[in-house]
């Protein structure tokens, strides 16, 4: 598969588990690939765990993943790319200003309309007691009401536009940062992708759904409680509320979150299983003295065998050397 193409796609977050430290992303990608071929999926943080890396092939049976790996990609940036960066965020910050300013007004109305209330007239001493006019008072309460239900909801549109409008001013502005001190003297721009080798391709543009799983540091949540309880009553109300705090070069609205108490660094191993017999106990077997002889005890006198014919004894029956006396014979 070195000798096929290469595709680029481009991921979308879809998930986010957040754990005690760190947290563990999810992104999506598709496109069509060719047999041989090799897909890049671009998007991923900087910061993410090259050896946390997973990918697998989603909704298409036959076809796996047989390679994941992590590629860093540098491009040189286009000389007007901060100017751009910086007229966006002039742009964000002028329209953030005016959803204030709407927000502001519709305060005021608020504030105006919550401010009518009925004035009963003076009287003088001697001036007899007139009758109230509740009809009117009641109908004056009623357009308050009213007028006031309309305007705070307006008003809670507003908030939420407002914080639509700080969060992408926000977000541009990180890039602008980003943009102004990634390498300004060599002007490269550097891009995290994954390269995968997928196996099973036979149709000359297949069409695949890719999962791709890795962890990040830089991530972080803790629990807040809040129980409510009113007097009289024999039950209450917990809440369990979480605030995240990440730093991951990635935006995570819109995506789906989970929180674990787990430590994701924390190392797991599997448990060693012990034996377990059940019944009675006995006691156990007395040693025995025997042992099984040693493997190899036949060829330890393999060499003495092969050496030949045992050699004749230079001792007599009477102990005394044939040699000898043979010698004494000659005297």
């Known amino acids: 598969m070195t000798g096929g193409s290469e595709e680029r796609w481009e991921s979308a977050l879809d998930a986010v588990v957040v754990y005690a430290r760190g947290a563990l992303c999810r992104r999506l990608a598709r496109g069509t690939v060719s047999p041989g071929g090799r897909v890049v999926v671009t998007g991923l943080p900087r910061s993410l765990d090259p050896g946390s890396l997973r990918a697998r092939v989603l909704d298409t049976p036959g076809v796996r993943v047989t390679e994941a790996r992590v590629k860093v990609d540098a491009a040189p940036v286009a000389?007007?790319?901060?100017e751009g960066l910086g007229r966006e965020v002039e742009r964000l910050r002028d329209a953030r200003e005016a959803v204030e300013a709407r927000r502001d007004r519709q305060l005021g109305l608020v504030k105006e309309i919550e401010g009518l209330h009925p004035v009963a007239p003076g009287r003088k001493r001697e001036d007899p007691h007139r009758r109230s006019p509740v009809e009117a008072w009641l109908e004056l309460a009623d357009f308050v009401d009213e007028r006031l239900t309309g305007l705070h909801a307006r008003l809670a549109e507003l908030e939420e536009e407002l914080r639509e409008a700080e969060h992408a001013l926000t977000v541009a502005a990180e890039r602008l940062a980003r943009a102004s001190t990634d390498a300004p003297a060599a002007h490269v721009r550097t891009e995290v992708c994954a390269v995968l080798t997928l196996d099973g391709v036979e149709d000359a543009a297949t069409h695949v759904r890719v999962e791709l799983e890795y962890g990040v540091p830089g991530a972080v949540w803790v629990?807040?409680?809040?129980?409510?309880?009113?007097?009289?009553?024999?039950?209450?109300?917990l809440l369990l509320r979480a605030s995240v705090a990440q730093r991951t070069d990635e935006d995570w609205t819109g995506v789906r979150i989970a929180f674990s108490t787990a430590d994701l660094r924390r190392r797991t191993d599997l448990p060693r299983l012990r034996s377990v017999r059940l019944g009675r106990r006995q006691a156990a077997p007395a040693p025995s003295g025997w042992r099984e002889p040693p493997a190899g005890l036949a060829d330890l006198f393999a060499g003495y065998d092969a050496a030949g014919p045992r050699p004749a004894t230079a001792f007599g029956p009477g102990g005394a050397v044939a040699g000898a006396a043979a010698a004494d014979d000659d005297w």
């Open 79 to 82: 000389p007007g790319a901060a």
């Open 223 to 237: 629990p807040t409680y809040r129980l409510t309880h009113h007097q009289g009553d024999g039950s209450g109300r």
